[in-house]
């Protein structure tokens, strides 16, 4: 079960999102004045992180580490026919809903 305390650390940030919906990458990263005219990969988190208002890092801890929250984000194309697929090749390896996130390096039950 999700706690109380990262669902509201949570909800700012899905009003946030919510707000960006049905825009690309490259007009939240225009209303955000990204000047940059060629993006790499992992460009899209970049942005998003930015929209999030989420200092990006290099350190090996979580993105939101009050929770403990990695945000990872997938990017999606449209095919010719109209069908949306991922456009980069996406694994997520675990996900533990029942531990609460971790303190101090130690996960809390």
Known sequence: MISSRIIEHMMPL???IGNSKGKTIGQIKNELGIERDK???????????NL???QNNNRDEADIPEIGC???ILPLQKNRNGE???????????????KSPRKHGKLQN
Not at 39 to 49: D, Q, T, V, W
Not at 84 to 98: G, R, S, Y
């Open 52 to 54: 999030l208002g989420i």
């Open 14 to 16: 899905f009003k946030i």
């Open 70 to 72: 990695e945000i990872k």
């Open 84 to 98: 949306i697929k991922a456009k980069e090749p996406t694994a997520i390896q675990m996900i533990n809903l029942w």
């Open 39 to 49: 993006m790499l990969k992992g460009a899209s988190g970049l942005i998003i992180e």
